[in-house]
Each structure stands twice: as C-alpha cells, then as structure tokens.
C-alpha cells in the first residue's frame, strides 16, 4: 500500500478496526477513511454503494461484522446470519465495481468443522459439521470467504481471506451476556474484587480449550499480509498455543488478584471443545505474534480499569 493511498477500515471503532487504524497511523498511513455505522449501515446496498461511488477507496480492510461470544451467537441467530451476509456482500461487491485494488476479508476460526482435527489447518474447511451455537455466523463467513476466492477467480480482483483466532484486547466488549469469555471474565473478576464477593462463575465446564491473540498482534498481521499475501483461500493468524477456560479463569483471577473461589455453570454451553489454529502458513509468510498471554490480559485489564467501563 502507497502511504497516500486511500484506505477505508469497516468497523473502525471496533476492537480490531481501532487495532488497524492505530497500526496505519503509526506507519504514516494520512487518507484513512471512515464511518460509524449510525451514519453509513453496511446492511444497506444503497448506503454503500453510494460510498463507495462517493470514496473510490483503493483499499480495504473488512472488520466491521455481527460479533459476539458463545451465548450472543446462539440467540441472535438471525442477525448472525443475515447482518453479516449483507456487510459482507455490499462491501466486497461495491469494492469490485469501484476498482479496489486489494481487499481484506476478516473471519473467525468458528468457520471449521466442530470435531476437526487439531490443529486446524486451512484445508480442513468445509470437510464436517459446525459448532451448533455459531453455525449462522460460520455460515456467513465461509459465504464471505468463498465470495473472496469467486471474485478473484471471475473478475481477478485481489481479495484476501484472514482467519483470527479468538481476539481480546483494547476497546473490547465487556458486556456482560454478549461478549467472548476473555473480556466477560476481566469484568465478572474485577467486580467480584471490588464487592468483596465469595466467588465468581464461570460458563460451562472449563474443559474447552481456547487460543487467544491480542487485537493489536492481529492488526500487525493484517498489515503484513496486506503487504505480502496475495493468495486465494483463507490463511489463519494465530498464536499456535491455547489454554483450558479453566486455567484462562485461574490466570485472569490471577491477573486481577481475586482471592475468591471459582464456581462452574454447567447450564451453559462449552461449545466446540478445542479450536486450536495450525499457524505454519502464517509463520512460513514471515509473521509470528509478540504479545504473550498473561502480558496481553495485564494489558487489557489496565485498559478495562482505565475506561471505568460501564453496560
Ligand atoms: N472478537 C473476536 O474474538 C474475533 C473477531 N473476529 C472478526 O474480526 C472482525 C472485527 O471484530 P471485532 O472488532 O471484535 O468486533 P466489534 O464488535 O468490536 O466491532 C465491529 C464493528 O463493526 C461495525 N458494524 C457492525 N454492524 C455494522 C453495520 N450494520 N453497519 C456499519 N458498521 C457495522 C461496528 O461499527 P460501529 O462501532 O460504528 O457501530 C463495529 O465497530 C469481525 O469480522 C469479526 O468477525 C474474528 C475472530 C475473533
Ligand atoms: C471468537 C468466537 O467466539 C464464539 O465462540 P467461542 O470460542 O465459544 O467464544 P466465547 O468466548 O463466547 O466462549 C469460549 C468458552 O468460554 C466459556 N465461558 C466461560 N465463561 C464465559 C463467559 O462469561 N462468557 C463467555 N462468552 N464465555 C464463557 C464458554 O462457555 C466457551 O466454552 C463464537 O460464537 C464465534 O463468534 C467466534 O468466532
């Protein structure tokens, strides 16, 4: 990308869209372009088409979407589906007829079969069922990844497909039912410390495995790849290494320094057991992430505490 090109980022305000937007301002990116979605709804075909007649950007980096933990996902199925359908296809389609000369779709590691092997290598798309809870949102992003691949194939457009582990980090989202485990965690911890509470619950039994990347490791590959990969299919950006939900509990309770207990919800769903990514194309394309684990927490914790959030 030129340093005076133009750059849209959908979903700039959101956890990873700021993450790339603060990755582009530090490389002397100067004509980034963006909009909330209270003024341009990506849902819209007439709304973006008209943006993108307006704009013409030369690049763009998707990560506006529906986004939600385990719970979010399974109750607002629809929404999953057909918001995500329809970012995805306005954008990617609008960036066809305006001459986007490269576009980054992101999606999610939800988009591999529930009981696939471990660890997940991109061939293993579309070879078994999904996880139940997120199959509407897998759905919408195996359709985004496929729409990539068939523009490239059709039209020769240089449409990219990026698939992230579970992210957490800065301007994450804390609410208390809708967000993933990491951030709910950070808050349920954090507010048992300052009520003095016996113990806090955690969803589930604790035994699936999770890999999580800082969103600010995230937007760093998304700029190495937008520089360097220009492949159809999909390429997965994680760290390599995960961890039970128990002992993400153990180490945010940790982090937080909760002298309680911990107690297990069963009534809520584990979802898929393990989602661990096999990184080596990423590695093998030059990039590997810096921001370990319990540095990354620290760091979204003095975050979480620093904005007094509130839902
Ligand atoms: N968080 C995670 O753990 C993971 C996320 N991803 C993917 O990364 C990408 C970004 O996720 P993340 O940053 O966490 O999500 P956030 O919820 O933090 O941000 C999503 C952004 O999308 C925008 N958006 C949503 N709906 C619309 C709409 N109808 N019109 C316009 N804008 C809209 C929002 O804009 P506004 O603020 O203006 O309302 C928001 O800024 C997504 O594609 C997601 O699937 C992939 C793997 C894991
Ligand atoms: C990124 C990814 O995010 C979603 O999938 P998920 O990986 O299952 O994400 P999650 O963070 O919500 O849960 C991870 C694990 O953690 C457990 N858990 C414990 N306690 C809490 C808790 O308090 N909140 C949440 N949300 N989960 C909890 C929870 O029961 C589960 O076993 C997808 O729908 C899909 O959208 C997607 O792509």
């Known amino acids: 990308m030129e340093k005076d090109a133009k750059i849209y980022i959908a979903g700039h305000r959101g956890m990873v869209g ?6 582009l301002e530090k490389e002397g990116f100067k004509n980034i372009i963006t909009r909330t ?4 709804d990506l849902r819209s075909q007439q709304e973006v088409a008209a943006f993108f007649v307006q704009e013409k950007p030369d690049y763009v980096f ?8 385990i719970v979010a996902n399974n109750t607002y199925r629809a929404e999953f589906l057909y918001d995500n359908l329809q970012i995805q296809s306005n954008i990617i389609h609008q960036s066809y007829l305006n001459g986007v000369k490269k576009l980054m779709f992101l999606g999610s590691s939800c988009i591999y079969p529930k009981m696939a092997p471990q660890p997940l290598k991109e061939d293993y798309l579309l070879t078994g069922p999904l ?5 509407p949102y897998a759905i919408a992003k195996i359709a985004g990844i496929k729409m990539c691949d068939a523009y490239r194939a059709q039209y020769g457009c ?3 497909s990026v698939m992230p582990t579970n992210l957490y980090g800065y301007n994450d989202n ?4 809708n967000s993933h485990v990491l951030p709910a965690l950070i808050k349920r911890f954090h507010e048992a410390k300052q009520q003095n509470l016996p113990d806090v619950t955690i969803w589930g039994t604790g035994s699936p495995k999770r890999e999580f990347l800082f969103a600010d490791d995230l ?6 790849l937008m520089q360097n990969y220009d492949e159809e299919g999909l390429v997965n950006v994680g760290t390599g290494e995960d961890i039970s939900i128990k002992d993400l509990a153990l180490l945010i309770k940790k ?5 309680g207990d911990i107690n297990f919800d069963t009534t809520k769903p584990d979802g898929t057991p393990r989602k661990l990514m096999d990184v080596t194309k990423l590695h093998n394309k030059g990039w590997k992430h810096t921001i370990e684990l319990e540095e990354g927490i620290a760091l979204a914790y003095n975050d979480f505490v620093s904005k007094h959030v509130t839902v």
């Open 18 to 23: 700021s993450a790339i937007y603060r990755k």
């Open 37 to 40: 979605s209270d003024i341009l």
């Open 62 to 69: 998707l990560a506006a979407a529906k986004v939600g933990g």
């Open 131 to 135: 996880e139940s809870t997120n199959e």
């Open 158 to 160: 240089n449409y990219i």
């Open 174 to 177: 804390y609410h208390p039912q």
């Open 219 to 224: 937007a760093e590959a998304c700029y190495y």
């Open 255 to 259: 982090i937080v320094d909760y002298k």
